[in-house]
Nanobody, 122 residues
Framework: QVQLVESGGGLVQAGGSLRLSCAASERRFSLYAMAWFRQAPGKEREFVAA????????DYADSVKGRFTISRDNAKNTLSLQMNSLKPQDTGVYYC???????????????WGQGTQVTVSA
């Protein structure tokens, strides 16, 4: 069982930056592909970004390419999402996720954190 705890959310003005972090309890964290999803009010959850167990491959939703960067530190069991040039449409609850398969972490991850709220004001 992988437990994931997100932090770093908050309120920021449009054009600003935030850095989200996710701490994983799993000792074998380095075996897992990781991803971020988000859910805006009244909308379904959507994929944001993902990376493989060693960070060698990454994938981003078109809406965040060039603005967001996903990264991980396997020595510290942490996942990060650097978000720059934030827009009001980036507002939502951001979830850290994990799965042993990279293909699955981008579609239907097995493990989810509780989420952290990001609000971008115009």
């Amino acid at each position: 069982q992988v437990q994931l705890v997100e932090s770093g959310g908050g309120l920021v003005q449009a054009g600003g930056s935030l850095r989200l972090s996710c701490a994983a309890s799993e000792r074998r964290f380095s075996l897992y592909a990781m991803a971020w999803f988000r859910q805006a009010p009244g909308k379904e959850r959507e994929f944001v970004a993902a990376l493989t167990w060693n960070g060698g491959s990454t994938d981003y939703a078109d809406s965040v390419k060039g603005r967001f960067t996903i990264s991980r530190d396997n020595a510290k069991n942490t996942l990060s999402l650097q978000m720059n040039s934030l827009k009001p449409q980036d507002t939502g609850v951001y979830y850290c996720t994990a799965d042993l398969r990279y293909a699955d972490v981008r579609r239907m991850p097995q493990y989810w954190g509780q989420g952290t709220q990001v609000t971008v004001s115009a």
